[in-house]
């Protein structure tokens, strides 16, 4: 198994990787307020933002088969069954966004490749800027069907730098 492949495996297994953290450190370090990993929305986002109506998942470019990305290389060996795998993992991220959607929730997807040090500031800010046309504008719909209210997450799960 190649070096790139083992990265990418290891980092799906775990739920706090990096990229992942670096959209929640900033997102927290600019008063935005979220909850990880909701147990009883379509996909388990990775990041829920209620007062936004927003659910953010931050991809990596292997595992969610980020099309025309260079991080998004089928392996040589096994190749049929990994282009079969990532295709599976695309199908449910799509039905996952289509049902959220359809919850009227808005999705925000964040590639990994988005995150590296040359593009990343661009990129968090433009999330900032997405978050907040998304609050003006949903201001003027007067009521959501949201199943019931969720405490806010516990100040000991606040990121801290890594
Ligand atoms: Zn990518």
Redesign the pocket.
């Known amino acids: 198994m190649d070096r790139d492949l083992h990265t990418n495996m290891a980092a799906i297994r775990s739920k706090n990787t990096k990229p992942e953290i670096l959209v929640r450190h900033y997102l927290w370090g600019h008063g935005f307020r979220y909850r990880l990993n909701h147990p009883r929305l379509p996909g388990k986002p990775d990041i829920v933002l209620r007062k936004y109506r927003t659910c953010i998942f931050v991809?990596g470019?292997f595992w969610h088969g980020?099309e025309?990305?260079?991080?998004?290389t089928v392996p040589k060996t096994n190749t049929e069954f990994w282009v079969s795998k990532i295709r599976r993992n695309k199908e449910r991220d799509a039905k996952v966004l289509h049902e959220l959607a359809s919850m009227g929730w808005h999705c925000i997807v964040i590639?990994?490749?988005?995150l590296k040090p040359k593009v990343r500031k661009r990129t968090l800010e433009s999330l900032a800027y997405t978050l907040n046309k998304i609050f003006l504008q949903d201001r003027t719909v007067k009521r959501y069907a949201m199943p019931e209210e969720e405490p806010m997450m516990a100040a000991e799960d606040v990121p801290t730098e890594r």
């Open positions: 991809n470019c980020h025309g990305c260079q991080h998004y590639w990994e490749c988005d």
